[in-house]
Structures are given as structure tokens and as C-alpha cells.
Nanobody, 118 residues
Framework: QVQLVESGGGLVQPGGSLRLSCAAS????????MGWYRQAPGKQRELVAA???????NYADSAKGRFTISRDNAKNTVYLQMNSLKPEDTAVYYC????????????WGQGTQVTVSS
């Protein structure tokens, strides 16, 4: 069974930084696109950033210039470096990955809370 395990969330003051990590484990043949989504209270889940296995990236407008997504293919791990955090970045952040075992399926992590507040 495949699992995505996130870490790195927490409470940070406005202007601060956090680094999220998400590691995929289990019987994995290949990990394709990995990404981070977030969901704030009362809002829909939205894409923050995504990265292909080849390293191509895609960012939400709200994340451009402040967040950086990266990955370590050898470790099946994706990272999200978040700088200049704002209160509106407060949300549960979810890791997402397209993973091939026998076929390709999308997996989600359990979510990690990020709170930006003074």
C-alpha cells in the first residue's frame, strides 16, 4: 500500500518561513507529478504548486515569488519552501502524487496545518 506522509507544518508569524516535506512510501514503480494543495476553512481545496518527475513546475499566482517546490526523486519526496508567509496562507496543506504501482493512481496525504498569525 502506498502512503504519503507530510511534515513541517506549524505556527509562524507573518513574514516568516516554513518548509513542508512529503515522502511517498510503499510498493512504488514510479512517481509522476507531485504537488501541494491547500484548503482554508469554508473554501475549496486549491493547487499551490506542482512538479513533474522531470522537474517542470507550476505555481498558483498566490504562490509565485514566495514559494518554491522541489523534489528528490531518489527519496520519492517533495518539498515546499514557503517564504514571506501571510495570514491568508493559513490552511491545511495536502500532498498529492500520481503514483504507478500496477497502474497509475492519485494519492493524497493526511494534511498538515499551517497557521500564519502574530
Amino acid at each position: 500500500q502506498v502512503q504519503l506522509v507530510e511534515s513541517g507544518g506549524g505556527l509562524v508569524q507573518p513574514g516568516g518561513s516554513l518548509r513542508l516535506s512529503c515522502a511517498a512510501s510503499g510498493s512504488i514503480f514510479h512517481v509522476y507529478t507531485m504537488g501541494w494543495y491547500r484548503q482554508a476553512p469554508g473554501k475549496q481545496r486549491e493547487l499551490v504548486a506542482a512538479i513533474t518527475s522531470g522537474g517542470s513546475t507550476n505555481y498558483a499566482d498566490s504562490a509565485k515569488g514566495r514559494f518554491t517546490i522541489s523534489r528528490d526523486n531518489a527519496k520519492n519526496t517533495v518539498y515546499l519552501q514557503m517564504n514571506s508567509l501571510k495570514p491568508e496562507d493559513t490552511a491545511v496543506y495536502y500532498c498529492n502524487a500520481d503514483i504507478c504501482q500496477v497502474g497509475v493512481r492519485q494519492y493524497w496525504g493526511q494534511g498538515t496545518q499551517v497557521t500564519v498569525s502574530s
